[in-house]
């Protein structure tokens, strides 16, 4: 029976996969994977199911949108449950929606398992939460790169307000980020730089709008990372901040 599951494989440690996910998993025929899905994740699938790489990363793309719109559909009526492995959580900014509707068309039964996203669980690994009573009251969620290419322009409205920003897809644009925060007077606030978040092998880097993107080029810092910036990124243990000279105790 055709059916086809868009599933969230979470920021990448295998245990932070939900159960729904591990089960639906575990009952694929065929599994099409992201670049940013944990190889380790497809061991809990069944010895005879497919395992297909779908993933797109910086003009690297194997399949186009189109393509894996149409596998999905293809898969599901030739071998029955194919499972549509993306990292973090399929809803944001992952397309899971696009690949939703196409099923939909072909009145394919569909479900949805969401992921831990890495916007929330990256940054709290390393101990930072992304909202503070005291400090902030929101946080904004940003891609660094839109389908164009270009700089989100929200980028630029974000960088004027408290709130925490948390920006994925921007490392190779962190000079123009932390420009557009520094246009606002912002040079000091925190930032930290995180790299295969969750991972064995993680990577970490703290510095303020001013100083973080000449310490990710000396770092290497690359992809997959996400960039938070905001006054909360101060209570990092290893920030030489006190707390409570924002909770004012």
């Not at 086809?4 to 065929?30: C, M, N, R, Y």
């Not at 940054?123 to 290419?149: A, Y």
């Not at 994925?168 to 925060?181: D, N, V």
Request: charged share 20%; net charge neutral; glycine share 8%.
């Amino acid at each position: 029976m055709a059916k086809i599951s868009i599933v969230g494989a979470g920021p990448g440690d295998p245990e932070l996969l939900t159960i729904k996910a591990f089960k639906a998993i575990q009952s694929a025929d065929v599994i099409l994977y992201d670049a940013l899905v944990n190889p380790e994740i497809l061991k809990y699938a069944p010895e005879k199911a497919l395992r297909i790489y779908v993933g797109k990363r910086a003009n690297n793309h194997r399949f186009s949108q189109e393509e894996i719109n149409m596998m999905l559909v293809q898969y599901a009526y030739s071998h029955g449950h194919v499972v549509r492995l993306k990292g973090g959580d399929p809803f944001v900014f992952g397309r899971g929606h696009e690949e939703l509707t196409f099923a939909e068309a072909f009145v394919i039964e569909t479900e949805i398992i969401p992921g831990i996203s890495s916007c929330i669980s990256v940054p709290e690994l390393q101990k930072v939460p992304l909202t503070r009573r005291g400090i902030n009251e929101s946080f904004w969620v940003l891609t660094g790169t839109t389908k164009s290419g270009e700089l989100s322009k929200d980028i630029a409205i974000a960088a004027q307000s408290s709130a925490t920003a948390v920006i994925l897809m921007g490392m190779r644009k962190i000079r123009e980020i932390t420009a557009l925060f520094a246009q606002h007077g912002k040079t000091d606030t925190p930032v930290l730089v995180i790299q295969n978040g969750s991972r064995e092998n993680e990577k970490a880097l703290l510095g303020t709008v001013e100083t973080i993107a000449a310490k990710v080029e000396a770092c290497q810092l690359g992809t997959p990372g996400i960039i938070v910036i905001g006054d909360v990124v101060a209570l990092h243990p290893e920030l030489n901040k006190i707390e409570k000279m924002y909770l004012g105790v």
